[in-house]
């Protein structure tokens, strides 16, 4: 058993001896295995961190691009936010300006209208007047042909053909004169020959005498009462009513009968002829008519004259008016042709900003070269 044992406790020894060796041998040779891979793996161990660090030098060289192009798209970003400003700045400047200059013109346009309006207010007003100082005469039949006129004697009469005759404003009825004598009827004409009186009177007793003589003594004597009479009047009236300086060198007898006035030039010439002498003229209410047309020509004339230098007068300043009004459109269109150049500059400034920030905005940064633009700059508006 001892030896049993003996024998069996070394080949357990040679057991564990042969196992230990068996170890050792794989031990050595995986160390060898392992030398051999190590040295073949140092290679590519260097290969592998020479291109780590080509990785880690192309991370810095992105990282360092990547500032870059912030501190490009910052620098742009704000060279295009201060454009952008300048821009709108100048845009409210250009905006302003066009406003006043607008509001200027069109208070100067309504200005000039307003003055073109009044002047064309006084011309309708003057024609008015010339329209009215037709209108206001009737004719030498219309008189003729009413038979209350022709059968009026005196002042009625007078004063019935004088109105109808003339404007209201050409005449007055029994104006005082400056010696107190009272006219019947003062006609203002320009001078020459300047105002003038028709005083009316009618020898009435002497002619219904003459009429009525029934014997040649009682015809003399209406006759001699008739020449008395005419001369009496044409003395009171030269006395009376022609006045230096104030009225004119002449007047009129007005007989309100044509009968009578008739009777005078047929039968009683030196009458007449003295009449002329003493500047006091004669007429019947058909010559009065006829003088008083020659009158009323002589005033439309004077008035037509005054108006038409009013007329020329106001033409005149009307002329002026569109002379500055002209001036004026010319003014503003320049306004407008300023204006317009300088949305024209804005517009390509903002063109070309565009561009620029659309190249940014693709990092076409080749494309990006100095450009020889013949810069416009923004033209001051004229005041």
Known sequence: MVTIGKLTLGTTE?????????????????????????????????????????????GDGQQQLAGGLTQVVESQSAAQANLLQHLEKRLGQVNQQMTENLQGSARRTAHSLGELQERLKTIDKAQENITRLSGDVLSLQDILSNKQTRGAFGEIQLNDIVSKALPKDSYELQHTL???????????????????????????????ALRNADTESQLREAARLLRASVKKHIKDISERYILDGE????????????????????????????????????????????????????????????????????????????????TRVENLDRHFGQAAKDISDIKISADKAGRRARRLDNFDFEEIAPENDDVVPLAKPEP
């Open 14 to 58: 040679m057991l564990v001896l042969s196992v230990a060796m068996l170890i050792v041998l794989l031990l050595i040779l995986a160390i060898r295995a392992a030398g051999k891979s190590a040295r073949m793996a140092e290679p590519l161990a260097q290969q592998m961190g020479s291109l780590g660090q080509r990785v880690q030098a192309l």
């Open 178 to 208: 400056s010696n107190g004598k009272r006219a019947d009827c003062l006609i203002h004409l320009p001078n020459p020959p300047g105002p003038i009186v028709i005083d009316s009177k009618f020898p009435l007793e002497a002619y219904e």
């Open 247 to 326: 009225t004119a060198d002449g007047a009129l007898m007005f007989l309100p009968s044509e009968a009578v006035y008739a009777e005078l030039h047929a039968n009683f010439p030196e009458i007449v002829r003295e009449g002329f002498a003493a500047r006091v003229w004669i007429v019947s209410p058909t010559t009065c008519m006829a003088t008083l047309n020659t009158m009323r020509a002589i005033l439309k004339d004077a008035r037509m004259r005054e108006q038409a230098s009013s007329i020329r007068r106001e033409l005149g300043l009307l002329f002026t008016d569109v002379e500055r009004l002209g």
